[in-house]
């Protein structure tokens, strides 16, 4: 079974031979790797080609800048393998990641395959605990309710196989952050068989160890998956779906609308507009009172508290480097 990996570059020459390496010493062998050279101003064209001469595996695209999801769906147009796998350039497999997914997909038949993967802080490691079970089995409707509790099951696109078949009709949206938002819940809805491991595949790399750090008008992609997402469960799945969406669009608007200091005054205005719009739109002060009040009174606390119940928990073994 062929296995067709995506890998969007742009501006990564400090990381990207890691990146690479850590595919070609993959145990499983047979492999399609698709570079695309996102219009990168620095080195890592160069670098991207050295591998390509060297490994008959490789194949390298250019393109203009277009984002990461251009980048990805131009990716898609080359694929020849059974299953996509999408990995970041400056994340890390382990050496057997791909066999370990392989595996699973022959056995269960299945659509997406997911692994969990450790948070690669500059310190320390994170390592997500919340699967006990080394395998789980879900149908669609299982899957996304899992996705809606955003604990086991997350928006990511890399760190999983999924059905070559399956992953064509999904492009991602171009022009916008947080695009895997936009995707994900979609490509749940069209699948029968999701497998979620919970043996971690790979090194999701974090260049800081603030949470809040990135957070910017680019964010507001974020809350427009979000709206999306919500309206997309109210009318396939019903109301239990939809108030779970809800309650995550929730917690969406509140880390945000303690986030605006961040923001220059203008922006933070827009920002605030928008928010108060989403509020009225899903009714969500008078769905959500009480978590109002709650996240009002910690509003200083904000995001050490959100640190403590992200990470803070026997949920997260935390491993020194």
């Not at 497999?93 to 370990?100: D, F, G, K, R, V």
């Not at 395998?135 to 070559?164: C, M």
């Not at 160890?209 to 799945?237: C, H, P, T, W």
Request: hydrophobic share 40%.
């Amino acid at each position: 079974m062929l296995i067709s990996i995506i890998v969007p570059i742009y501006n990564v020459e400090k990381y990207l031979k890691k990146c690479l390496d850590s595919i070609v010493h993959q145990t499983y062998k047979k492999l399609q790797i698709i570079l695309v050279n996102d219009g990168s101003p620095d080195n890592s064209a160069s670098i991207a080609q050295e591998y390509v001469d060297k490994d008959s595996r490789f194949q390298l695209f250019h393109q203009e800048n277009k984002g990461l999801s251009g980048a990805r769906n131009t990716g898609l147009k080359y694929v020849a393998g059974d299953y996509v796998f999408y990995l970041d350039s400056d994340d890390i497999l382990i050496e057997n990641a791909i066999e370990i997914l392989v595996k699973a997909a022959m056995e269960e038949n299945a659509d997406v395959v997911q692994g969990n993967f450790y948070y690669d802080y500059p310190e320390y490691l994170l390592l997500n605990k919340q699967q006990k079970e080394k395998k789980v089995i879900y149908n669609k409707k299982e899957a996304l309710w899992v996705l809606l509790e955003h604990k086991t099951v997350l928006n990511f696109a890399w760190g999983k196989l999924i059905k070559s078949e399956l992953a064509k009709q999904f492009l991602f949206p171009e022009a916008k952050f947080y695009e895997d938002g936009f995707w994900k819940y979609k490509l749940m809805h069209a699948l029968d068989i999701y497998v979620s491991l919970n043996t971690p595949i790979l090194y999701y790399l974090q260049r800081g160890s603030a949470i809040s750090g990135s957070f910017s008008m680019r964010n507001l992609d974020q809350l427009e998956s979000e709206v999306l997402r919500a309206a997309f469960v109210k009318k396939e799945y019903g109301e239990k779906f939809y108030n779970k969406a809800l309650k995550l669009l929730n917690q969406k608007i509140i880390q945000h609308s303690n986030l605006l200091d961040q923001l220059s005054k203008e922006d933070a205005l827009i920002y605030k507009n928008k928010i108060e719009e989403i509020q009225e739109q899903f009714a969500l002060k008078e769905k959500f009172p009480k978590t109002y009040a709650k996240w009002s009174q910690k509003k200083n606390r904000l995001m050490d508290g959100l640190k403590n119940k992200i990470f803070g928990n026997n949920n997260w073994e935390r491993i020194e480097k």
